[in-house]
T-cell receptor, first 114, second 111 residues
Framework: DTEVTQTPKHLVMGMTNKKSLKCEQH?????MYWYKQKAKKPPELMFVYSYEKLSINESVPSRFSPECPNSSLLNLHLHALQPEDSALYLC?????????????FGQGTRLTVV | EDQVTQSPEALRLQEGESSSLNCSYTVSGLRGLFWYRQDPGKGPEFLFTLYSAGEEKEKERLKATLTKKESFLHITAPKPEDSATYLC????????????FGKGTKLSVKP
C-alpha cells in the first residue's frame, strides 16, 4: 500500500477563518512533507518533518502552521490566509534520510481563499 | 538559474507516435532522480527512481534513463490515456529528502 490520504479534498475559507488540512500515511515512513502547487506550476516545498520533528521550513509565512502529532499524521493549520494562498496543497511521505527514496503524494487539498 | 529543466514544455503526439521527454539537472550531488505523472487537479503519481548514470527503468510503455547530467523518459506507442503532465524531480545528497521539481512536460496524445 503506497497510499497517502489527505482531507478534505476541497476547502473554501474566508480570510478570517481558521481551518486545518490533514494527511495520513500507514507505510511506516518517517519523513513527511507539505508542498504547495499553483496552477500550471510545479510543487514547491513548504515544510519537512523528519522523525516527527520539523527539519525544514522554507520561509513560509506564519499564517501556515504545521503539526506532526505522530509518525502517521501531519496537519497544516491555516489562519488569516490571503487570496493568493489559494492553491493545491500536497502532502507526501518517504522512508526518510539516508537514501534516495521516492516520495509518495496524496491527492491534495484544493484550497480557495475568498 | 533553475536546477531542474524539462523540455519540451508541451508535446502533442498521435496515438502510436513514440517520443522522448528530457530532464536536465545541475545539482552538485545527486542522490536520486524521480519521474512522476500528474493528472489535472490530482497529486503526482510516482513512476521511477534512478540513482546512477547508466541506470534504466521500464514500466509498460515508459522507459526512463539517466546520464550524469540528464534523464530521458521514452514513451513507446503512446495511448490517449498517457496524456498527463510528467514531472522530473531531483533529490540532493545531504538533503532532508525533499524534491526539487522541474516545470514539467504536458503530454497530449490524440487518437
Amino acid at each position: 500500500d503506497t497510499e497517502v490520504t489527505q482531507t478534505p479534498k476541497h476547502l473554501v475559507m474566508g480570510m478570517t477563518n481558521k481551518k486545518s488540512l490533514k494527511c495520513e500515511q500507514h507505510m511506516g515512513h518517517r519523513a513527511m512533507y507539505w508542498y504547495k502547487q499553483k496552477a500550471k506550476k510545479p510543487p514547491e516545498l513548504m515544510f519537512v518533518y523528519s522523525y516527527e520533528k520539523l527539519s525544514i521550513n522554507e520561509s513560509v509565512p506564519s499564517r501556515f502552521s504545521p503539526e506532526c502529532p505522530n509518525s502517521s499524521l501531519l496537519n497544516l493549520h491555516l489562519h488569516a490566509l490571503q487570496p493568493e494562498d489559494s492553491a493545491l496543497y500536497l502532502c507526501a511521505s518517504s522512508q526518510g534520510q539516508g537514501s534516495g527514496t521516492e516520495a509518495f503524494f496524496g491527492q491534495g487539498t484544493r484550497l480557495t481563499v475568498v | 538559474e533553475d536546477q531542474v529543466t524539462q523540455s519540451p514544455e508541451a508535446l502533442r503526439l498521435q496515438e502510436g507516435e513514440s517520443s522522448s521527454l528530457n530532464c536536465s539537472y545541475t545539482v552538485s550531488g545527486l542522490r536520486g532522480l524521480f519521474w512522476y505523472r500528474q493528472d489535472p487537479g490530482k497529486g503526482p503519481e510516482f513512476l521511477f527512481t534512478l540513482y546512477s548514470a547508466g541506470e534504466e527503468k521500464e514500466k509498460e510503455r515508459l522507459k526512463a534513463t539517466l546520464t550524469k547530467k540528464e534523464s530521458f523518459l521514452h514513451i513507446t506507442a503512446p495511448k490517449p490515456e498517457d496524456s498527463a503532465t510528467y514531472l522530473c524531480a531531483v533529490q540532493e545528497r545531504g538533503s532532508q529528502g525533499n524534491l526539487i521539481f522541474g516545470k514539467g512536460t504536458k503530454l497530449s496524445v490524440k487518437p
